[in-house]
């Protein structure tokens, strides 16, 4: 987790941005590094919830009709990244409203650490035993 002052730094610069990325339009690199640098400040504020990176990734830019106009196509781009506005607006007053001024994020502790391993252990040895190319599972030697 992220301080309370970064976390809003990175959701206002991210919301700011969205006019500069309106004049360049859906199929721009900038939009590309904007939408993707947007789920991954989402991520890492907001690390426990997948509401808030599924409510972004809910917000379509295209216009599902076949034979739209350029124009059509467009205001479509600039609909969703309105949206896109208004989600982020709602994190921001989401942080403001509900995080602690004083927060500090903690380390992650030793006992979570370990219990975050033992729930995902089946999930490595299940990976172990199914090898590419069918090659032998690993085998442990003394």
């Known amino acids: 987790m992220i301080t309370k002052e970064i976390a809003l730094e ?10 500069n990325i309106k004049l360049k339009g859906l199929s721009s690199p900038e939009f590309k590094k904007w939408k993707r640098d947007t789920e ?3 991520r890492k504020i907001f690390p426990d919830s997948d509401r808030h ?3 972004f990734k809910s917000i379509s830019y295209i216009l599902m009709a ?4 350029p124009a059509e196509d ?5 609909d ?6 208004a989600v982020l607006r709602s994190f921001i007053d989401e942080v403001y409203e509900f995080w602690d ?19 995902r252990f089946h999930l490595v040895t299940k990976q172990l035993r199914s090898r590419y190319s069918n090659r032998n599972t690993l085998y442990f030697v003394k």
């Open 40 to 42: 991954v400040i989402i």
């Open 10 to 19: 990175k959701l206002k610069q991210q919301l700011a941005d969205i006019d």
């Open 74 to 78: 467009h205001k479509r781009f600039c």
């Open 53 to 55: 990176l599924d409510d």
């Open 101 to 119: 001024d004083n927060q500090i994020p903690s380390p992650p502790n030793d006992i979570d650490a370990i219990k975050k391993l033992c729930t």
């Open 80 to 85: 969703g990244l309105d949206e896109a506005g």
């Open 66 to 69: 076949l034979n739209t106009t």
